[in-house]
């Protein structure tokens, strides 16, 4: 038997993480050089950030990549 894990990118953790932080999602835009329909699109899952946003991301809200997706385990 082999499992795999997947894991995917998830607006809904940016934007709870975003909130604990405090932050609109125009200030969350202001700190890493993006426009708030960047953020809005990336929480609402109408597309994904990029690595190199991931970064800034989580420079700007103090997190890992790792909060920013969800995990799903398949078994074989």
Do not use: Y
């Amino acid at each position: 038997m082999s499992s795999t894990a997947s894991r995917v990118f998830s607006g809904a953790r940016l934007k709870a993480i975003r909130k604990e932080e405090g932050l609109t999602g125009g200030q969350l835009a202001v700190r890493i050089g993006v426009t708030q329909a960047a953020i809005s699109g990336w929480e609402n899952g109408h597309w994904l950030p990029n690595i190199d946003n991931l970064v800034r991301l989580t420079d700007a809200l103090d997190c890992r990549i790792d909060d920013l997706f969800q995990g799903a385990r398949d078994v074989a």
